[in-house]
């Protein structure tokens, strides 16, 4: 929702305000992840003999943290590193990370991640990653009424009667409805019923809507970090 905020000794227009506040450009309308993708190659944790591959659209420390203190080297590359790139570093695993804005706004990594699937390498998707996941797989997206934000947000795994207390802060989401059929929706938010989380039946591709990172409960899903290595080897 666009919005603007007016200082005034006097009174104020709300007619004219109103009409710059419709005014004001959309956000989401700009491809933002080019915006804020790290612009070069950065190696964490360099000596490890594991590496796995984090697509950065604009990740979080904690992601990068999370990976290299379980003894794997993380290769960080922009959100348009084409594969042939991401293959040249050999890794066990890939990572596709959070980052802001409309993930139709980046056909490049949803390019690269159809092609990655293809090579049956893990692959693990966190908040945007796990929309840009869905739209390689030949899901779609959409735009939430109401965005998620705050570190107490309810995911009910399916198939299980497990409620993990979950940090998100997203307003896009996946339309689970239009998962192909090898694919199968994994969390569902518990206040609203909206994806939250997505994987292959058969394949090594997972993704999730929040952040394992976050640590609100203080470590509640990063055990998926440890899913993901187990299959990265």
Not at 36 to 65: F, H, M, W
Not at 186 to 201: K, L
């Amino acid at each position: 929702m666009p919005g603007l905020l007016a200082v005034s000794d006097g009174p104020l227009n709300a007619k004219k305000l109103r009409s710059e506040a419709l005014g004001l450009p959309d956000p989401n309308a700009r491809d933002l992840v080019a915006e804020v993708t790290t612009p070069e190659i950065r190696i964490y944790n360099p000596r490890a003999r594991t590496s796995v591959v984090l697509i950065d659209c604009g990740t979080k420390q904690g992601i990068i943290r999370s990976l290299a203190r379980r003894g794997v080297s993380v290769v960080r590359v922009p959100a348009d590193t084409d594969f042939g790139k991401i293959l040249s570093f050999s890794p066990r695993g890939v990572v596709i990370s959070n980052g802001p804005g409309d993930p139709k706004r980046s056909p490049a990594a949803i390019a690269t991640v159809r092609r990655l699937m293809r090579e049956s390498l893990p692959i693990l998707g966190i908040c945007l990653g796990n929309q840009i996941l869905a739209l390689a797989a030949g899901a779609d997206t959409y735009k939430l009424k109401f965005g998620h934000r705050s570190q107490n947000q309810p995911c009910l795994e399916e198939g299980t009667n497990r409620c993990y207390i979950t940090s998100q802060n997203h307003g896009f989401a996946v339309d689970q409805k239009t998962l192909p059929r090898d694919w199968a929706p994994w969390f569902t938010n518990a206040n609203d019923g909206t994806n939250e989380g997505i994987r292959h039946r058969r394949r090594p591709f997972w993704s999730v809507q929040f952040h394992p990172e976050a640590c609100p409960g203080p470590t509640d899903t990063e055990f998926l970090f440890d899913r993901f290595l187990e299959a990265a080897g």
